[in-house]
């Protein structure tokens, strides 16, 4: 078992800046690819961006690009999202997950979610 604990959401305005970090506790962590994924009120759940195990390479929706930046930290278990530029259409809960599988949009591993308001 891997147990996923996320924290930096908040409220931000339009423009602004926020890091969300995924601390991993359980099982050894540096295998899993890792990954965020988000969910606005009265949608599905979507990717956002995956970095691999060995960092080598990170992939992002095309609606985050540029704008975000996946990163991990293997001796501290911990995944970060650094989200720059945020639009209001950034607003949603943000989970971490571990080994995601990126088109099905399905995981082995979820956290229990962080909140990001972005205000117009």
């Known amino acids: 078992q891997v147990q996923l604990v996320e924290s930096g959401g908040g409220l931000v305005q339009t423009g602004g800046s926020l890091r969300l970090s995924c601390a991993a506790s359980?099982?050894?962590?540096?295998?899993?690819?890792m990954g965020w994924f988000r969910q606005a009120p009265g949608k599905e759940r979507e990717f956002v961006a995956v970095?691999?195990?060995?960092?080598?390479?990170?992939y992002y929706a095309h609606s985050v690009k540029g704008r975000f930046t996946i990163s991990r930290d293997n001796a501290k278990n911990t995944v970060y999202l650094r989200m720059n530029s945020l639009k209001p259409e950034d607003t949603g809960v943000y989970y971490c997950?571990?080994?995601?599988?990126?088109?099905?949009?399905?995981?082995?591993?979820w956290g229990q979610g962080t909140q990001v308001t972005v205000s117009s």
């Open positions: 997950a571990a080994d995601p599988r990126v088109v099905a949009g399905t995981a082995d591993y």
């Open positions: 359980g099982r050894t962590f540096s295998p899993y690819d």
């Open positions: 970095i691999s195990w060995s960092a080598g390479s990170t």
